[in-house]
Each structure stands twice: as C-alpha cells, then as structure tokens.
T-cell receptor, first 112, second 113 residues
Framework: GENVEQHPSTLSVQEGDSAVIKCTYS??????FPWYKQELGKGPQLIID?????GEKKDQRIAVTLNKTAKHFSLHITETQPEDSAVYFC???????????FGKGTTLSVSS | EAQVTQNPRYLITVTGKKLTVTCSQN?????MSWYRQDPGLGLRQIYY???????DKGDVPEGYKVSRKEKRNFPLILESPSPNQTSLYFC????????????FGDGTRLSIL
C-alpha cells in the first residue's frame, strides 16, 4: 500500500524567511496530494493541494510542487509569519479513493 | 456554517466501558472517515464510509466499529475500550472520496484508564 514520508520533523525559521517541507510517496498510482495545517486543539485544515496532472500550484505565500517521476512533493512557505507556526502534514490519496495516507508531520516554529 | 462536529471533545473512561464518539456533518457529503492521531505516528485511518450503509476498514480497525445509517452521521464505537486506544480521534468528510478536500472535526481526546 501507499506510504508517505515527511521531512524534516521540526523546522525553526526566523520571521520573513522561507520554509520548505518535503514528502515522498511510494505508490505511483496516487494522484491527489493535499497539505494540512494543524493548530493546537484544532483539526487539520487544508491549506493547498495538487493533482498529478499539475507540476506546481501557488496560493499567495504558499506553493506546492510535485515531481511524479521522483515521487516527491514539497510545500514552500515564503515570508513566514509567527501565525504560520503549526504542525503541517502532507498526504497522498490512495488510487482507490478510500483513504488519505499522511506523513508524520512537521512542527514549524516561526520566531519574530 | 459548513462543519464537522464531534462529541465529546474530551473523555476519560475506564477499560471495558463501551463508548461512542459521534460525528455529524452538515455538507451533504457522501464520504466520511475516522482517523486516530498518535505522537510520532501522524494520522492513521480507522474506518471509512463511501455512502449510507457502506463502510469498510482502514489501516487500524481493531477494537472499533462504525455505522452509517444516515448520510450526515458516522459514529465511532468502542465496544470494550482498552488503554492502547487512548488517542486523539478525528472525523473527516468530503463530497465523494479521499481524492477531494477533507473537512475535519476538531477532534476527540480519549483517555482509557
């Protein structure tokens, strides 16, 4: 079955710097890759997603890139702000559409 | 407001005492699922439902049951809870399946003593 690995597990940056989180997946049939942000005491919230027919997608300060050949995708956050501090999860949807397989998460800390 | 509502948010109980965690969504979504979140392990799927009366096991179904009698509700049942089921639980829903954006509830923290 699908397996998703996520790195790094923790990331500390200064306000205004960029942050990059990387994920790899194992099943080449997977075609949907969302990213979730989880704040303390809350459920994961979708921040951006990408499908396998697209190489890159941007939404203001957030971008995701997908390399199908290498089976990896990355989250890029530019001009980080303290409110970006949270746990970020990448995920890959199984080709059957029955489950999201999550990475283990990255705790991002943005200091001002 | 579109939302997924879980109850209770917190529960401390004892081994063997049956409990139910409710999940309700108001978006007319067909797909619903349950995940558990444990430190260092991320989120793992327990059960999912593609539509009313259609449920199936996820990666970690042992010790859990679910039902989907109505489209909006997807309760998680622990018939005989054990300490290894102490965890943070999330319910999620989407329009059709896991290839669409998932809407998550705010979680239920269960402690089984």
């Amino acid at each position: 079955g699908e397996n998703v690995e996520q790195h790094p597990s923790t990331l500390s940056v200064q306000e205004g710097d960029s942050a990059v989180i990387k994920c790899t997946y194992s099943d080449s049939a997977s075609n949907y890759f969302p990213w979730y942000k989880q704040e303390l005491g809350k459920g994961p919230q979708l921040i951006i997603d990408i499908r396998s027919n697209v190489g890159e997608k941007k939404d203001q300060r957030i971008a995701v890139t997908l390399n199908k050949t290498a089976k990896h995708f990355s989250l890029h956050i530019t001009e980080t702000q303290p409110e970006d501090s949270a746990v970020y999860f990448c995920a890959a949807s199984t080709w059957t559409g029955t489950a999201l397989i999550f990475g283990k998460g990255t705790t991002l800390s943005v200091s001002s | 407001e579109a939302q997924v509502t879980q109850n209770p948010r917190y529960l401390i109980t004892v081994t063997g005492k049956k409990l139910t965690v409710t999940c309700s969504q108001n978006m007319n979504h067909e797909y619903m699922s349950w995940y558990r979140q444990d430190p260092g392990l991320g989120l793992r799927q327990i059960y999912y439902s593609m539509n009313v009366e259609v449920t199936d096991k996820g990666d970690v179904p042992e010790g859990y049951k679910v039902s989907r009698k109505e489209k909006r509700n997807f309760p998680l049942i622990l018939e005989s809870p054990s300490p290894n089921q102490t965890s943070l639980y999330f319910c999620a829903s989407s329009t059709e399946n896991s290839n669409q954006p998932q809407h998550f509830g705010d979680g239920t923290r269960l402690s089984i003593l």
